[in-house]
């Protein structure tokens, strides 16, 4: 489960305590599960980042940065399930917008590796995107997809075989009727706006199916 962000200093303080003796490359000794934590963590503060001074001392920074390469590098290391866990991450009110962008690269990376299947579940899974994560999560997780080479014919193709509600959903998403989500339409232009109406032609067809 996705971590709240830390919203009070007096907390942050009481965790900063306990990250007082951490030593940078603490990570290679981390299971999947705790490098997962980990990663969330820096997002949401449960892993401090700078001491009570404010300086990059504690060396959870440059872990958090050898984890993020790693995830990307390494698809392989995560099940098709485990896209779920990066979805709960997104927070649109995220401080650090390139954290956000680091999980969207995780998601693209995993898709990547699984190919077909990969697209598919997290199709099926967009419905489970937090509310408080719905614009990374619904449109630019697409987006970081429909532009690259590699993830757009395994999404095309998932949306194809997909139940027709989810393809009614997707739908919902390129048209930007998701309260609070711009539609992927919004903004796009030349090859990217292409493949957005090919997915939306696609799903329209299997809708047409119900």
């Known amino acids: 489960m996705a971590y709240e962000p830390v919203k009070s200093h007096e907390e942050y303080l009481k965790i900063l305590e306990k990250f ?9 000794t981390m299971s999947l599960e705790e490098k997962i934590d980990f990663f969330d963590g820096i997002h949401t503060d449960h892993v401090p980042m700078f001491d009570e001074n404010g300086n990059d001392t504690l060396g959870t920074l440059w872990d ?17 399930s485990d896209i779920s866990k990066f979805l709960e991450m997104l927070d649109d009110d995220c401080y650090q917008p390139s954290f956000m962008d680091d999980t969207l690269k995780v998601i693209r990376s995993i898709i990547r590796f699984y190919g077909k299947d990969g697209a598919e579940y997290l199709l099926t899974h967009l419905s489970d995107v937090p509310d408080r994560g719905k614009g990374y999560g619904l449109c630019d ?24 509600a989810v393809c009614g959903f997707l739908l919902q998403i390129i048209r930007g009727e998701i309260p609070g989500v711009s539609g992927l339409l919004r903004y796009a232009e030349g090859a990217e706006q292409e493949r957005i109406c090919e997915l939306q032609k696609t799903a329209a067809a299997m809708t047409e199916q119900d």
């Open 141 to 164: 997780c697409l987006r970081y997809l429909i532009v690259d080479d590699i993830a757009f014919p395994y999404l095309k193709e998932a949306a194809a075989l997909v139940d027709p």
């Open 20 to 28: 007082k003796d951490y030593k940078k490359n603490t990570y290679q």
């Open 64 to 80: 958090y940065g050898e984890i993020s390469r790693e995830f990307i590098q390494h698809p392989e290391m995560f099940s098709v």
